[in-house]
């Protein structure tokens, strides 16, 4: 009788299946795999080896707490010499003396997570079972019977891999972008984005069928929009703040990375972090979407509608002055993010696979939760608005209708015309640059075009706006050069009369801080024409200087001014409307890096910003991070106020731990200048063989 069969030591290779899988940089010393793709294991027999016709070797993986067959959560399979399509599998990959080197693989439709891996020998009527190790599996974008597929390696590798990226903010008429660290493969994150998916409501109610689900991109989608904002006290990650008032946590503005927002809620229990706005949310979402393997993409929706009643107008009441008069619960905001993240949608007809939007911004409730898709970006252009899931209310974002009423002194309404603005600049980050990619053509067709009015009669809306005419009297506001915070500066009405007769107006020209959510603060500039006489075919300039110390008390961390024109013709009563977001620029962070950047070895920042004010700034802090750069943040703070056209700098060292491109961000904080975020690419060399 064959003496029985001692597994005595054994290597999961965790580095060079991290290679071949991609997940390398995830670090530590767990195995990570994706779906769907063979990962070797080497396993050292006591005494003698493995003999085929004479021991059986099988294996058990099992995920969450009750692993079923059933439930696609448990599997058992037995060594063999051909892999077996869509099962577990186990092959021989080569034989040497006492070791044994095995490939396994899952099916490309596997339950995404931590499971934990047995060998079972067994020799004759003896057998024993030693627990191997466990192991995380991920989602696969490299292939092509996963759902997440994605056929472009540039994209794979921007949207699943890069742990840097830009988030567009400002104004439509400006836009800024601002580095994000999404930081999917430091330290400790995949532990935390998997304890998110063990902390949702839907686990804690129904372990098994939640497990069970977490094959597919759709469920996992849903829960992680649910997950990141915590509306549902459902100790999600983030609780969202819009009014300015940050002091007993962190101001939205001052975030530079999901990294330390994620370690905040693991280390405070899954307590919510303060404080979150809509692109903290997406990029948190981002971060855990990608971290699973599913490629996402943070995008920036410019003049976002939020439409409470679903009837695709949003109805703005002002007086005469421009100030607005009651609060609609309809919005529009200055931008809004979102996360697009890539998948198949099986549970849909043909023709919806490809980028799906998710909000985790809590807004509106879903079946119940504040989640919102995913959606399929091409049932959104298309005008499917019954399809699975929230597809109306992204519809709204980017198409519905504006209607400004000035109430008058009398309380009379009167419309007034505007042309469609809504849904402009769709915007997220290029494949592979730093460049802004335009992609408002995926969510809507060119507007006024035969396609947009089919789509909007699918979706039983007339499409409204008009068009401004020909004729008439129109309105725009200009702005000089830049707008610079401590700076003054120049806004200007010009209004054009394209009609042969002469006309005599009023022009209110009315400026105020604004936050990018679409609220309005105090006054900071205002000019009342009565008698403005524009000749036939005449084109006027009014200028509106708008102050330093009128605005600065006042300017909000969004940095923006909201300019309303309004031009009031005596003898018909119409009145016209111009509307203009001013984006306050802030300082320009330089940031130098001295020494030759190779892997592990010492390089130094020189990091320096100039107070534009006219007054010292306070309580001054840098916050320094780059994925595989910085190994966390470093954080300065400067002794010493920084006084009027000074500089304050400082000077980091750091060992980046790995090669490639990396993106170096900073971020610089003081009592009267916030959120100005600076950052540096730099190419680390790998370190020479």
């Keep these: 009788m064959a003496e029985e069969l001692v597994l005595e030591t054994w290597d999961l290779q965790c580095e060079s299946n991290g290679r071949e899988h991609r997940t390398a940089e995830m670090g530590g010393q767990q195995l990570v795999v994706r779906r769907g793709q063979p990962?070797?294991?080497?396993?050292?027999?006591?005494?003698?080896?493995?003999?085929?016709?004479v021991d059986k070797l099988a294996f058990n993986v099992e995920t969450g707490?009750?692993?079923?067959?059933?439930?696609?959560?448990?599997?058992?399979f037995a060594l063999t010499d051909f892999p077996e399509e869509g099962t577990w599998s186990a092959v021989v990959q080569q034989q040497d003396g006492a070791a044994l080197c095995v490939s396994l693989c899952s099916p490309a439709t596997a339950c995404v997570g931590r499971y934990s891996l047995t060998l079972e020998a067994s020799t004759d009527y003896q057998g024993s079972t030693f627990h191997i190790g466990d192991f995380v599996l991920l989602f696969n974008a490299w292939h092509p019977e996963d759902t997440v597929y994605l056929r472009d390696e540039d994209e794979r590798r921007e949207y699943v891999l890069s742990q840097q990226g830009?988030?567009?903010?400002?104004?439509?008429?400006?836009?800024?972008s601002t580095p994000w660290n999404f930081g999917q493969f430091e330290d400790d994150i995949l532990a935390i984005c998997l304890n998110l998916l063990d902390t949702n409501p839907k686990f804690l109610r129904d372990q098994n069928r939640d497990c069970s689900r977490r094959?597919?991109?759709?469920?996992?989608?849903?829960?992680v929009s649910a997950m990141v904002n915590c509306n549902d006290e459902d100790r999600g990650v983030l609780l969202g703040r819009w009014d300015d008032r940050y002091e007993d946590g962190m101001s939205p503005m001052a975030w530079i990375g999901s990294v330390d927002i994620l370690k905040r809620w693991k280390n405070f229990g899954c307590q919510p972090v303060k404080y979150g706005q809509c692109w903290v949310f997406a990029a948190v979402a981002c971060t855990v979407m990608r971290c699973l393997?599913?490629?996402?993409?943070?995008?920036?929706?410019?003049?976002s509608a939020h439409d409470t009643n679903g009837n695709l107008v949003i109805d703005r009441y002002m007086n005469e002055t421009g100030v607005e008069e009651r609060r609609s619960k309809d919005m529009i905001w200055n931008f809004h993010c979102w996360v697009e993240s890539w998948m198949a949608r099986p549970d849909l007809a043909p023709g919806y696979d490809g980028w799906q939007a998710l909000d985790p911004t809590p807004q509106e409730k879903s079946e119940g939760v504040y989640c919102c898709g995913p959606a399929p970006v091409k049932a959104i252009k298309e005008g499917d608005l019954q399809l699975k899931y929230d597809i109306p209310f992204i519809f709204a974002e980017v198409n519905a209708d504006?209607?400004?009423?000035?109430?008058?002194?009398?309380?009379?309404?009167?419309k007034s015309t505007h042309?469609?603005?809504?849904?402009?600049?769709?915007?997220t980050k290029s494949v592979g640059r730093d460049s802004r990619e335009d992609i408002t053509h995926n969510y809507k067709y060119p507007e006024g075009s035969e396609k947009e009015r089919e789509v909007f009669a699918k979706a039983e809306h007339e499409k409204r706006s008009l068009s401004e005419g020909e004729e008439g009297l129109h309105v725009k506001i200009k702005l000089s050069e830049g707008a610079n915070n401590g700076s003054d500066f120049d806004v200007f009405a010009v209004i054009s009369n394209d009609t042969d007769t002469e006309r005599l107006c009023r022009l209110m020209l009315c400026a105020r801080t604004a936050s990018y959510n679409g609220t309005v603060g105090p006054e900071c500039g205002m000019k009342d024409l009565l008698n403005l006489t524009l000749g036939p075919r005449t084109v006027q300039s009014v200028?509106?200087?708008?102050?330093?110390?009128?605005?600065?008390?006042c300017l909000t961390q969004d940095n923006i001014i909201k300019v309303v024109a309004l031009l009031t013709e005596y003898e018909t009563g119409d009145v016209v409307l111009a509307i203009r977001d001013v984006y306050i620029q802030n300082p320009e962070i330089k940031i130098r890096v001295l020494g030759e950047p190779m892997q592990n070895r010492k390089l130094v920042a020189e990091i320096t910003l100039v107070n534009p004010l006219a007054v010292p700034l306070n309580n001054c802090v840098f916050v320094v991070e780059g994925a595989g750069l910085t190994e966390g943040q470093r954080i300065k703070e400067l002794e010493d106020p920084v006084e009027p056209q000074a500089e304050a700098k400082f000077r980091l060292d750091f060992v980046p731990r790995q090669s490639g491109l990396r993106k170096l961000m900073v971020d610089f904080e003081s009592d009267k200048l916030t959120g100005v975020k600076g950052y540096r690419n730099v190419i680390i060399a790998p370190l020479p063989k």
């Design 39 to 53: 990962f070797t294991i080497t396993l050292h027999f006591s005494g003698r080896g493995y003999e085929e016709g």
């Design 65 to 76: 707490p009750c692993p079923v067959e059933t439930s696609g959560t448990r599997s058992h």
């Design 166 to 176: 830009l988030i567009y903010q400002g104004a439509r008429d400006y836009i800024t």
């Design 215 to 223: 094959n597919d991109p759709v469920y996992i989608g849903r829960v």
């Design 293 to 303: 393997g599913v490629p996402s993409r943070v995008v920036t929706n410019y003049n």
């Design 402 to 414: 504006v209607v400004y009423w000035i109430v008058q002194r009398d309380g009379s309404q009167r």
């Design 419 to 427: 042309s469609s603005m809504v849904g402009k600049n769709i915007s």
């Design 543 to 553: 200028p509106l200087r708008i102050l330093y110390e009128k605005y600065g008390p």
